[in-house]
């Protein structure tokens, strides 16, 4: 979908085609980033592959769902499994839901440089709708994103 590609633009200073060489990301990727002085913020980039995701919700469900403060969760628009993304998307709701206290969400609505341009807000108004659905009342905000602007 497109994680770590935006992981490393916005924490590793990378320019957009410099992420065309990444690989996908196996299991958990755990980096720590400094800022603002003495803040540390924990970052788990989790491998969007079935069997990764599957593992997530059923052996690791308590340890990467506990005291989670913020989620954000990259839906990639090009994706030919939504169904699929969304069932998943529903279970990290559901899993910070038991494991959190007030965990924020940040969903990406991501790629969106693919779509034509005067279809792009009814893409996104509709992946947001659908979220809003799921999240119910968490607090959650959705953007509109790609690498490439």
């Known amino acids: 979908a497109g994680k770590t590609s935006m992981r490393s633009i916005i924490f590793a200073n ?27 913020l ?28 913020v989620l954000i969760y990259v839906f990639d628009v090009e994706s030919q499994q939504m169904a699929k993304d969304l069932q998943y998307f529903t279970l990290c709701v559901e899993a910070l839901r038991s494991n959190s206290e007030n965990p924020k969400i940040f ?30 009342d968490l607090e959650t905000m959705c953007y509109p994103t790609s690498i490439w602007d």
């Open 14 to 40: 990378y320019i957009a085609r410099e992420t065309t060489r990444l690989g996908y990301t196996q299991d958990v990727e755990h980096s720590h980033v400094r800022f603002l002085g003495n803040l540390v």
């Open 42 to 69: 924990n970052l788990w980039d989790c491998g969007g592959q079935e069997a990764y995701m599957e593992s997530y919700f059923e052996s690791q469900r308590d340890h990467i769902f506990r005291n989670v403060a």
């Open 107 to 136: 969903c990406l609505v991501h790629k969106m440089d693919v779509v034509p341009e005067d279809k792009r807000e009814e893409v996104f108004s509709k992946q947001r709708d659908v979220v809003s659905e799921i999240v119910g």
